[in-house]
């Protein structure tokens, strides 16, 4: 019998999550064509050689528990010097903020301020990088595209034009590669228009969130915050923003020019993530 098809939009939500730690939201840059970085000055000092900033992107890998001690470091550095405007979350989806909330909160009144996924995002792993924010007075805002957006912006051809060619060229390589050459070559460009989406979203949050004489620090998947990929392609030319990437031991190193500084953390254990997403996608794409 012949397999059913899934739409573009069932695949993205059926392998988000899994897909999300994979590849920095899949939009990270396939190995190859990347530049290695040197030793660097302890991280307080890197924060503070970029800035100033109307906006800093810090992007990770999102299974890396020592990419969020460093946004959790960035909050309180920030924060304590008078210098954080907002922290903006891939993480949460826009529209979703904790501005009503006082600095004593607790983290249930932070997750429902927020509407957080734990299944998607584990309040372990980010809890303490809301919770520094909102106890020092700083609202935490949701930027990611809302999930009931989705299927509408994959159909928006318009998003087709956003990047130069061979940017979107490595964007879907980056698609083919994050989600292991499993989906089919026709929902490519429809999962691209979603990373694009997300990213205008993310751009749009920030921007309204800027404040004079402080900073914005937006938090996204490594992919998300290349300048010549992902949120940066959205700015104004009169915003001033900087770009921090971690990475976990040998992941691929930032595109030339693409990010401002590299953090490199110790490596994660080995992990078959492609074996792992292909044991749970078999089982839907199989039935009968």
Known sequence: MQRPTRSPLRTWLALGGTLMAL???????PPGTLAATQPAPPWPDRLQALLPADVLLLGEQ????????LQREAVLWLAARGQLAAVVLEMAESGHH????ARDA?????????QWNDAAWPWKAYGPVVMAAVAAGVPVLGGNLPRAQMRAAMGETAWD???PAPALALQHQAL????????PESQIPPMARIQIARDARMAQTAQEALRPGQTVLLVAGGGHVLRGLGVPTHWPANLVSKVALAQAGQAPKAI??????????????????CAELRAKWRPASSAP
């Open 176 to 183: 083919r590669d994050g989600h292991c050459g499993l989906l």
């Open 23 to 29: 590849a920095g939201c899949a939009g990270a840059p």
């Open 98 to 101: 904790t501005r009503a909330l």
């Open 62 to 69: 999102h299974d890396a528990p020592d990419h969020q001690r």
């Open 256 to 273: 030339k020019n693409d990010a401002d500084t590299v953090i490199n953390t110790p490596a994660l254990p080995p992990r078959d993530a």
């Open 161 to 163: 034009q956003h990047l």
């Open 106 to 114: 607790t983290e249930a009144q932070a997750q429902a301020a927020l």
